[in-house]
């Protein structure tokens, strides 16, 4: 486990802001965001933006990585059925009616494409059972993945997470307080400047913010993470 | 711009200042990295960060470059100047165009072959003579053909 040291001081503060307030008072916005921002960028590889599909890539490569890594042992074959995954999505996107979510869509062509690649090596898959494809997202078997990382990799993956906790240890309080409760307790930008008592706005820089001073500090250990592969 | 990306990072940007975010993310390779670092930061407070191979990405874009363009239900090959465009909308039109215009070239020369051999085309021309013309009504009434008979060859 990678664990992340977490600043509680000011994050008790306002969880128990949090509590005290009504959150039927709180506005939830009815529609998924997610979903709005997943079919903009399908449309727009529609319309002959591979870019746009690129950023469908980025988002959703390693989440596709560790569902098929429950299916499949050798690293270097993940990353053929990924890449393989990804292909076969790109030929199918103008079929993609935007009737479920990108990402589950995403899913079930790379658990096929797992289970073509297993059967004409003549392996079974690993797992066997009819599981959906929601029950394999969610199944907390983290040990699995786990068991794949190299000492290296497992190694710079620690001094990374150690980098992140330091820096956001040693950041403004404001800014602190706005990225872990984004992060940690996944409040939206509204419930977050009700809790600070600050515009949308000013969450929306303080989070960016935070983000740039911790990703500066990330810089040279991701160029060696880079060159390591 | 970076403020954009690190939104869209949380689902919180809407409208146009989603699609110039999509746009620049999508353009823009410093963005693209903006969104990457942040991501990374993001899975690692919510402990699930995990190793891939920083290449992936890139290897996945290079073969879909290598892809032929889609473009609404079409497709355009990258390496070729003409387009191949997928014509099963349109083919019932162009079926009924051919047979149109087969239809139309077909009564036009039957049209025209029933009128080649009668004799008041000829008899319209400006080229003949007064003479002739008289000549013609003054038998025809007793044989139609005289004029033809006569010789007269047609200017045609």
């Known amino acids: 486990m990678h664990n992340l040291k977490v600043v509680d001081s000011t994050r008790k503060v306002y969880s128990e802001n949090l509590d005290t307030q009504s959150k039927e008072n709180m506005n939830f916005p009815p529609k998924n965001p997610e979903r709005e921002i997943d079919q903009k960028l399908v449309e727009k590889s529609q319309k002959g933006d591979k870019q746009a599909f690129g950023v469908l890539v980025e988002k959703y490569h390693k989440k596709l990585y560790r569902l098929l890594s429950r299916m499949v042992r050798d690293q270097s074959e993940i990353e053929d059925i990924v890449q393989d995954s990804f292909i076969k999505a790109y030929r199918a996107i103008n079929n993609f009616r935007g009737d479920s979510a990108f990402y589950t869509w995403l899913y079930r062509i790379g658990v096929n494409t797992a289970k073509n690649h297993l059967m004409s090596l003549s392996r079974r898959p690993k797992a066997m059972n009819e599981v959906e494809i929601e029950d394999m997202e969610n199944f907390d078997d983290a040990t699995d993945l786990r068991s794949y990382e190299t000492p290296e990799s497992s190694m710079m993956t620690k001094e990374i997470a150690a980098t992140v906790n330091e820096t956001i240890e040693h950041l403004p309080e404001e800014l602190r307080s706005a990225i872990t409760l984004r992060e940690m307790d996944g409040l939206s930008y509204e419930e977050i400047a009700e809790i600070m008592d600050c515009p949308i706005g000013t969450v929306r820089s303080r989070i960016f913010r935070a983000r740039e001073s911790i990703a500066e500090k990330l810089k040279p250990l991701i160029e060696t993470s880079n060159k390591r592969w | ?156």
């Open chain 2, 1 to 156: 711009m970076s403020e954009n990306i690190s939104s869209i990072i949380d689902n919180e940007l809407k409208g146009k200042d989603l699609d110039h975010g999509l746009n620049e993310l999508a353009k823009n390779s410093s963005a693209l990295s903006s969104y990457r670092t942040y991501q990374m930061i993001s899975d690692i407070m919510k402990n699930d960060y995990y190793d891939v191979n920083s290449e992936l990405t890139d290897k996945i874009m290079s073969r879909i470059q290598d892809e032929p363009t889609q473009f609404n239900n079409g497709f355009i090959y990258n390496n070729q100047s003409t387009a191949t465009i997928d014509y099963k909308k349109y083919l019932l039109v162009f079926v009924l165009g051919l047979i149109a215009a087969f239809g139309i070239s077909w009564a036009v020369n039957n049209f025209s072959n029933s009128e080649s051999t009668s004799s008041s085309d000829f008899l319209a021309s400006d080229s003949i003579s007064q003479e002739i013309i008289e000549d013609h009504f003054s038998t025809t009434t007793r044989n139609p053909n005289h004029f033809l008979e006569a010789g007269y060859q047609p200017n045609i």
